[in-house]
């Protein structure tokens, strides 16, 4: 089995819980959500961004004109209350260099990159959901990235890994769905939100 199917059939239940959980939350219903849903992105994409940048160099993936990082604070700061908030958010650390091993920087790369699929659908979603005064401006990118990416990403995970442990980058994509779901459950408590299941 190559390394895109033990990743795939590895990480199912825990994609299928991240991916039920938050399609139940409706993360484009109200403007509380939709913050929820871009501070988990943000955490996200702080811890993994090492990895993006790294697998992006390796395989020369298209490139974008400015990081989703810095697109979903962007997108944030439509939805801020006060000053203070907003400063909080400008002021907040990019992710940085890494010690990661390639083996975590693959892993976390094969859910952040994958995370794009469903680029499309969100963006739709919040389009039709979401006052217009709130940005979109990171769903709007991953739906543009929705399969030119992905499709480099997945040549590249079977002819760039031959020397890396597979158990290793498996552990790496698993661990991140659990943690991912983790500060999911955080983040809706912090804000006193659970979601209707």
Same mark, same amino acid.
């Given at each position: 089995?190559?390394l895109r199917?033990?990743l !795939? %059939?590895?990480s ?6 991240l991916?039920?959980e938050?399609s139940?939350?409706?993360p484009?219903?109200? #403007?509380t ?6 501070n988990?992105?943000? !955490?996200?994409?702080? $811890?993994?961004?090492?990895s993006?940048?790294?697998v992006?160099? /390796?395989? /020369?993936l #298209?490139?974008?004109? $400015? ?8 997108d ?5 209350h006060d000053? %203070? ?7 907040d650390?990019?992710s940085?260099?890494?010690? =990661?091993s ?7 790369a ?5 995370s794009?699929m ?6 739709r979603?919040?389009e %039709?959901?979401l006052?217009? /005064?709130?940005?979109?401006?990171y769903l709007?990118?991953?739906s ?6 992905? =499709? ?6 079977e ?8 158990g290793q980058?498996?552990a ?15 983040? =809706?408590?912090?804000?006193?939100? /659970?979601?209707s299941?």
């Amino acid at each position: 089995m190559n390394l895109r199917n033990q990743l !795939k %059939s590895s990480s199912a239940q825990s994609h299928a819980r991240l991916d039920r959980e938050l399609s139940d939350f409706g993360p484009f219903t109200d #403007p509380t959500r939709y913050r929820i849903f871009l501070n988990l992105m943000l !955490k996200l994409h702080q $811890r993994c961004g090492s990895s993006l940048a790294y697998v992006e160099s /390796e395989i /020369e993936l #298209p490139s974008r004109n $400015r990081s989703l990082e810095d697109l979903i604070r962007s997108d944030l700061l439509t939805l801020v209350h006060d000053e %203070s908030e907003a400063r909080d958010l400008r002021d907040d650390p990019r992710s940085g260099a890494s010690t =990661k091993s390639a083996e975590t920087m693959w892993g976390e790369a094969y859910v952040m990159e994958g995370s794009a699929m469903g680029g499309k659908m969100m963006y739709r979603q919040a389009e %039709s959901l979401l006052p217009q /005064e709130f940005g979109r401006d990171y769903l709007r990118q991953l739906s543009f990235d929705a399969g030119k990416r992905w =499709k480099a990403f997945v040549v590249a995970l079977e002819s760039e890994t031959s020397g890396l442990d597979n158990g290793q980058v498996i552990a790496a994509a698993q661990n991140l769905f659990d943690d991912a779901y983790s500060i999911f459950q955080t983040l =809706k408590s912090s804000d006193s939100i /659970e979601s209707s299941s």
